[in-house]
């Protein structure tokens, strides 16, 4: 079991320095560190520990700078470091051997040392870091792990050396400002190098040498004193899609007994390189995309709406992947329409939606407002534009859902021009803002159809119409009976037939309310049930109270 040890130097029971409390830490802690500055070096070795940020990024500082030993140094063990500021005078920032490392967030300065210094066959990830500043940003000796949306910047030598047979995966990260080479192999070195962007180096982009075969893979390399991609006698390895731009000449150098292949491939202008490429897929959340695409084929029915939806998060979750490989992506509408009866789930569909973007990164996360004609509709010429243009404001960075939307249109019989005013607002309003919100306008069918016509550029900003079909007999019955379970009642043996059989019965007409419709019947039989108790004379059994019978059910609903 995870044991957390908490650090702050004004706390009483807390640990005064992170020091202490890793002394005293066993396997799989977690040390939570509150905010200041503790100018301590750290050693983890033979045990697992986590040391995080307990406030985020930018409230721990942990500076080692005027010793003599490295900020951390893990040897044996297995270390995670997260959303901490680490500095190290020329001593390395970050030494890890024989160990296991993960650092996310983390931002590192070094004077003269490396910031992170990874040998003896260890394991490691490195996801969101920033180093400025130091001789050397990264050094991989013999040893394997990723490097992915990190910054490399402002290095009096190379910005990442892989040595000794290291092969790192290193993606999506920025290398720029270094005095010497932007990454330098060397002594067999086999990275895979894959949309990164390397500028502004002293020397080569990046420099192979010594028997060494790397990979590079649709990456920028610019304005750099020396050539993009050198290759020394010997190496191999393989440049794919790269592009290049005010390089050294040749841009690609090639010396005699050296034989890399050269793939040469147009990436188009809209791509992403760099860190920039690893942002767009930052703020996903797998584990709530998870959760909240098991919350929507929870419901019951409605088929054909989980599938358009699990479709648009699909074709949202393959552009981010495209966009953090450095692929371009199409603009993307999240506005949508929902047209059907009312009772089918509409509005929770539409929360659903707007927690998947934001769990996708595709919203930045905000409120889910609800709001109708009177919301947005002034009482006087102006004042509509500016009841719109505040409802919009409140719901960004979420959903804007506009219920019964077809009330606004002249059509309808009901908005006027006022009405009308409102969705020219939001038109404008829509593409302006377009990544910052989803708007949803909910309604009938036929009506939301003149609602599209009330403006010539309002069907273009919809992605695309979701039709909510009335729910079946039996998936009312389904729905009343998870209402009764919710509130922990029973149905007797019978009762799901004579609901079934209601259900069966009734019109299906413009006013069904189908959902609504069976909150209505359990309400009443919810009634019908408290009055059969209240008046048998005595206290019911607790089986009693649970349970609903087929008299309760035929009570509520006249006969």
């Given at each position: 079991?995870?044991?957390?040890?908490?650090v702050s130097p004004d706390q009483p029971g807390a640990y005064p320095s992170i020091g202490e409390a890793l002394a005293v830490a066993s396997d799989d802690t977690v040390v939570s560190v509150s905010p200041g500055t503790y100018h301590e070096a750290l050693f983890v070795n033979d045990r697992g520990v986590s040391v995080v940020a307990a406030q985020g990024p930018g409230t721990v500082t942990i500076d080692a700078s005027s010793?003599?030993?490295?900020?951390?140094?893990?040897?044996?063990?297995?270390?995670?470091?997260?959303?901490?500021t680490l500095k190290a005078g020329d001593a390395p920032v970050v030494v890890a051997d024989r160990a296991k490392i993960t650092m996310t967030g983390c931002e590192l300065s070094a004077g003269f040392g490396a910031a992170i210094q990874i040998a003896g066959r260890s394991e490691f990830t490195l996801s969101r870091c920033r180093v400025t500043g130091g001789r050397y940003g990264l050094v991989v000796e013999d040893s394997d792990?990723?490097?992915?949306?990190?910054?490399?910047?402002?290095?009096?030598?190379?910005?990442?050396?892989?040595?000794?047979?290291?092969?790192?995966?290193?993606?999506?990260?920025?290398?720029?400002?270094?005095?010497?080479?932007?990454?330098?192999?060397?002594?067999?070195?086999?990275?895979?190098?894959?949309?990164?962007?390397?500028?502004?180096?002293?020397?080569?982009?990046?420099?192979?040498?010594?028997?060494?075969?790397?990979?590079?893979?649709?990456?920028?390399?610019?304005?750099?004193?020396?050539?993009?991609?050198?290759?020394?006698?010997?190496?191999?390895?393989?440049?794919?899609?790269?592009?290049?731009?005010?390089?050294?000449?040749?841009?690609?150098?090639?010396?005699?007994?050296?034989?890399?292949?050269?793939?040469?491939?147009?990436?188009?202008?809209?791509?992403?390189?760099?860190?920039?490429?690893?942002?767009?897929?930052?703020?996903?959340?797998?584990?709530?995309?998870?959760?909240?695409?098991?919350?929507?084929?929870?419901?019951?029915?409605?088929?054909?709406?989980?599938?358009?939806?699990?479709?648009?998060?699909?074709?949202?979750?393959?552009?981010?992947?495209?966009?953090?490989?450095?692929?371009?992506?199409?603009?993307?509408?999240?506005?949508?329409?929902?047209?059907?009866?009312?009772?089918?789930?509409?509005?929770?569909?539409?929360?659903?939606?707007?927690?998947?973007?934001?769990?996708?990164?595709?919203?930045?996360?905000?409120?889910?407002?609800?709001?109708?004609?009177?919301?947005?509709?002034?009482?006087?010429?102006?004042?509509?534009?500016?009841?719109?243009?505040?409802?919009?404001?409140?719901?960004?960075?979420?959903?804007?859902?506009?219920?019964?939307?077809?009330?606004?249109?002249?059509?309808?019989?009901?908005?006027?021009?006022?009405?009308?005013?409102?969705?020219?607002?939001?038109?404008?309003?829509?593409?302006?803002?377009?990544?910052?919100?989803?708007?949803?306008?909910?309604?009938?069918?036929?009506?939301?159809?003149?609602?599209?016509?009330?403006?010539?550029?309002?069907?273009?900003?919809?992605?695309?119409?979701?039709?909510?079909?009335?729910?079946?007999?039996?998936?009312?019955?389904?729905?009343?009976?998870?209402?009764?379970?919710?509130?922990?009642?029973?149905?007797?043996?019978?009762?799901?037939?004579?609901?079934?059989?209601?259900?069966?019965?009734?019109?299906?007409?413009?006013?069904?309310?189908?959902?609504?419709?069976?909150?209505?019947?359990?309400?009443?039989?919810?009634?019908?049930?408290?009055?059969?108790?209240?008046?048998?004379?005595?206290?019911?059994?607790?089986?009693?109270?649970?349970?609903?019978?087929?008299?309760?059910?035929?009570?509520?609903?006249?006969?």
């Open positions: 079991m995870t044991r957390t040890l908490l010793g003599t030993y490295p900020t951390v140094s893990c040897n044996s063990g297995r270390l995670e470091l997260r959303d901490l792990g990723s490097v992915e949306g990190c910054e490399f910047t402002d290095l009096s030598e190379d910005g990442i050396i892989v040595r000794i047979g290291a092969a790192p995966t290193i993606r999506t990260s920025t290398v720029t400002r270094c005095g010497n080479r932007g990454i330098y192999v060397y002594q067999y070195g086999r990275p895979t190098i894959e949309t990164c962007d390397i500028s502004q180096t002293g020397q080569a982009g990046v420099a192979v040498v010594h028997q060494s075969a790397p990979v590079l893979r649709r990456c920028r390399i610019r304005d750099t004193r020396g050539p993009a991609v050198s290759f020394a006698r010997g190496c191999r390895g393989t440049v794919e899609e790269c592009t290049t731009e005010n390089t050294g000449d040749p841009a690609i150098e090639i010396a005699e007994g050296a034989e890399p292949t050269i793939v040469e491939g147009t990436v188009n202008r809209k791509a992403a390189f760099g860190a920039d490429a690893a942002r767009a897929t930052t703020g996903q959340d797998a584990a709530r995309v998870e959760k909240l695409l098991a919350e929507l084929a929870a419901m019951v029915g409605l088929e054909s709406v989980k599938d358009e939806v699990r479709a648009l998060i699909d074709e949202i979750q393959v552009n981010e992947w495209r966009r953090s490989a450095g692929l371009p992506v199409g603009a993307v509408s999240h506005h949508l329409i929902f047209a059907g009866a009312p009772g089918t789930g509409k509005t929770t569909v539409a929360r659903i939606y707007g927690d998947l973007l934001a769990a996708l990164g595709a919203l930045p996360g905000g409120a889910f407002r609800e709001v109708s004609r009177r919301d947005l509709v002034g009482q006087y010429i102006g004042h509509t534009a500016e009841k719109t243009a505040a409802a919009f404001e409140l719901a960004r960075g979420g959903v804007l859902f506009i219920d019964e939307a077809y009330t606004l249109s002249r059509s309808s019989g009901t908005g006027g021009d006022f009405g009308q005013e409102a969705i020219d607002t939001l038109v404008k309003l829509m593409e302006d803002h377009r990544d910052e919100i989803a708007v949803i306008a909910a309604g009938y069918t036929g009506e939301m159809l003149q609602f599209l016509d009330a403006n010539p550029g309002l069907a273009s900003r919809f992605a695309k119409t979701v039709e909510f079909g009335n729910y079946s007999p039996e998936q009312l019955v389904v729905i009343v009976e998870r209402m009764a379970g919710g509130d922990e009642y029973l149905l007797a043996d019978g009762v799901s037939e004579v609901l079934r059989e209601h259900f069966g019965a009734i019109e299906r007409d413009q006013n069904f309310g189908n959902a609504r419709e069976a909150r209505k019947l359990f309400e009443g039989v919810r009634k019908t049930q408290a009055q059969r108790l209240r008046q048998s004379g005595q206290r019911p059994s607790l089986d009693e109270l649970r349970t609903v019978t087929v008299a309760d059910v035929r009570a509520a609903i006249g006969r």
